[in-house]
């Protein structure tokens, strides 16, 4: 019903920029948040920012500072604009659409590779 679809990544050097987009399709009526997500290899996917409805965004702490996480409503998505990236960075990052009731719905992901 819900199918969001990233877009944006690639391979980056430190200290670069790089902007992921995630276009949700289908209703999203029953949403009230959305979140990117990481998972890099050897390490548990993690929630890295997330925005609600209402335009209220958070951060884990590693990325505050360097990453917006915004939104467009009339186009149905949402952007992780990531500045100052770190290898540290390197991740499949994932886009999820939170439903009212519990749950979300998942992105395939996209891979950002940060290079020395």
């Known amino acids: 019903q819900v199918q969001p679809v990233e877009s944006g990544g690639g391979l980056v050097q430190a200290g670069g920029s790089l902007r992921l987009s995630c276009v949700v399709s289908g209703s999203i009526f029953s949403i009230n948040a959305m979140g990117w997500y990481r998972q890099a290899p050897g390490k548990q996917r993690e929630l890295v920012a997330f925005?609600?409805?209402?335009?209220?965004?958070n951060y884990v702490d590693s990325v505050k500072g360097r990453f917006t996480i915004s939104r467009d409503n009339a186009k149905n998505t949402v952007y992780l604009q990531m500045n100052s990236l770190k290898p540290e960075d390197t991740a499949v990052y994932y886009c999820?659409?939170?439903?009212?009731?519990?749950?979300?719905?998942w992105g395939q992901g996209t891979q950002v590779t940060v290079s020395s």
């Open positions: 999820a659409a939170f439903r009212e009731r519990g749950g979300a719905y």
């Open positions: 925005i609600t409805s209402s335009g209220i965004t």
